[in-house]
């Protein structure tokens, strides 16, 4: 299975308002619950006003369309990471997965991921 890196910086924040977010970023998630109204995007398109905000992230996606049938992909990866003591923040879009780790763990997140068997690109 093939792992892309993405090449920019990433932030994970909370925000108050859709208003404070621009959706003509190139890249970016949306979580809305009756809790909160969370934001995934590169660190460079954040909103001047957060509730919290958190910076250093870095990213892979999992390449090509994962079918819905298909059964601890991230499951997988996630164990291997956590075997490492690496932690996560997954996304997921309707075609595949994306996995963050801090950006201090991400090289040592892509070794060993290579090291199981996984391509990374």
């Known amino acids: ?49 957060t509730a919290a905000r958190e910076d250093g992230w870095k990213g892979f996606r999992i390449q090509g369309v994962l079918d819905f049938s298909l059964v601890g992909i991230l499951s997988k990866i996630s164990g291997i990471l956590a075997d490492n003591r690496i932690g996560i923040f997954a996304v997921s879009t309707y075609n595949t997965d994306y996995v963050l780790v801090k950006a201090q763990n991400f090289d040592k997140a892509m070794a060993v991921l290579r090291d199981a068997g996984y391509e990374v690109r």
């Open 1 to 49: 299975m093939e792992l892309k890196r993405l090449s920019y910086d990433l932030s994970v924040c909370r925000v108050s308002s859709m208003a404070d977010i621009d959706t003509s970023a190139e890249f970016f998630f949306i979580g809305k619950t009756d809790e909160e109204l969370s934001l995934v995007c590169r660190t460079e398109d954040c909103p001047e006003k």
